[in-house]
């Protein structure tokens, strides 16, 4: 082969090699979501691939992760050095990993003055503070618990709303009558579930009472007492036996509650829009309030809910935090509507698109402006404060409130006594952390 002809095969061979280079790849956002359903997983699959039309070059890759076993997840993938860059979280969650180290919370506070810090409610972005300064996660999404009651009957009576404790303990009084069977209220009773803590708590709140001070240690003091008082004598009234959100949402159903404690989860029910679980008052929707926050005697309105967030680890790449920003701007409405009654808008921006649902066509109008008023007065114990949430959360698994308030009503003790009960399992708590 001569010289010319060596030249010749030497370009080709440069061109082959050339040809066979592999286009440079994308950056990938890893996502952790705890929204596994399905359906929930095609919408964010949808919202992965819009962001990425809008970003060339970045592509998010949509993980999902039951949040029971997020913790096992997150140890082995920091383990391997493979931590996914944005990851759902819980309240509890959200202050544990950021206890731990594993949350930006610079990168997460940039994120939410970038969207507009005051646009957000108060209530989730107080939840989510970082020690220090600034916030730990970006707020998502959450639902605020709150009374639902029967208008009409109250109408009847001409009883006021229930947002006090007076109100509340009146209705309850008035309205009455086991004969019926016709209940005041159904309140949280049984000894072994969440629901119990969940309603005692948001009383509790209302009186300005609280489980720790200001750095996260045990003060249960004499505000929490006395709604240990209010909520013996409010169980006067209360459906009997071990009641939870199960026989809550029934009772109201079946026309037998005049109040409730429960979340926007059961707004589809009340509206008859749930096959197995339609109500047997006809036009119950419209005969229902509700009221989301609460005053106790010297206390502040306060109502009781749950906000998820979206942590950004540390070491995430910076095309994460964009990632975050889309799902609270362009993809906010999709985001929200894989849930339409559970999903409330933490932006109040997302208010009016939220607000003109199908789902809220039954009930009187002014219903979603009153759902989204409790992000307001949102309030939590332990949580935005340091330390505090970690017991907090060691308290909701151990269930030691429902407990207190199994031995306040079924053991029949002075509530002096089942608070110093508490007291002193709250403290062995905090002796362990």
């Known amino acids: ?197 969940q309603v005692f708590e948001h009383l509790a709140l209302a009186a300005g009472a609280r489980l720790l001070d200001d750095v996260g240690r045990p003060a249960l003091g004499p505000r929490l007492l006395e709604a240990l008082r209010f909520y013996r004598e409010l169980a006067a009234f209360a459906a009997p036996g071990h009641t939870y959100w199960r026989e809550a949402r029934q009772y109201y159903l079946t026309g037998r509650a005049a ?22 008052v006809p036009d119950l929707a419209r005969r229902t309030g509700f009221v989301a926050a609460i005053r106790g005697p010297a206390g502040r309105p306060a109502a009781y809910g749950e906000v998820y967030a979206l942590g950004l680890l540390a070491g995430a790449r910076p095309e994460a935090k964009e990632w975050v920003a889309f799902l609270l701007g ?3 409405p999709d985001w929200l509507a894989m849930a339409p ?26 219903l979603p402006d009153a759902l989204a008023e409790g992000f307001t007065r949102l309030a939590r114990w332990g949580f935005g404060k340091p330390g505090g949430a970690r017991l907090i959360g060691d308290v909701y698994a151990s269930k030691r409130v429902p407990e207190m308030i ?3 009503l079924d053991d029949r003790e002075p509530p002096e006594q089942a608070l110093g009960w508490l007291r002193a399992k709250v403290a062995d708590l905090a002796a362990r952390r």
Not at 78 to 100: I, M, W
Not at 259 to 275: E, N, Q, R, T
Request: charged share 20%; with cysteine; hydrophobic share 45%.
């Open 1 to 197: 082969m001569d010289r010319t002809c060596s030249a010749f095969a030497f370009i080709g061979a440069l061109v082959l090699l050339g040809g066979c280079r592999p286009a440079p790849q994308a950056t990938q956002v890893v996502f952790w979501t705890a929204e596994v359903e399905q359906d929930r997983m095609e919408v964010q699959q949808v919202l992965a691939r819009r962001f990425s039309e809008t970003r060339p070059g970045v592509e998010v890759r949509v993980v999902p992760v039951d949040e029971n076993v997020l913790p096992e997840k997150l140890a082995s993938a920091r383990a391997a050095a493979r931590l996914p860059d944005v990851v759902e979280l819980g309240l509890t969650q959200v202050s544990q990993y950021a206890a731990e180290g594993l949350l930006d919370a610079a990168a997460a506070t940039a994120v939410i003055r970038e969207l507009g810090e005051d646009g957000f409610y108060r209530g989730p972005l107080e939840l989510v503070r970082a020690q220090g300064s600034g916030y730990a996660a970006v707020p998502l999404d959450g639902w605020v618990q709150g009374i639902w009651y029967r208008k009409d009957w109250f109408a009847g009576k001409g009883l006021p709303p229930p947002d006090t404790w007076d109100r509340i303990l009146g209705a309850a009084r008035a309205l009455h009558d086991p004969s019926v069977p016709r209940f005041g209220i159904v309140l949280g009773t049984h000894p072994q579930q969440i629901y119990t803590q």
């Open 259 to 280: 109040m409730i404690f429960y979340s926007p989860y059961i707004l589809d029910d009340i509206a008859g829009l749930v096959a197995e679980h339609r109500p047997a």
């Open 406 to 408: 199994g031995r306040l």
């Open 330 to 332: 362009p993809g906010y």
């Open 341 to 366: 009654g559970g999903k409330m808008p933490v932006r109040r921006r997302a208010l009016a698109r939220w607000r003109d649902q199908a789902l809220f066509g039954p009930y009187d109008p002014g």
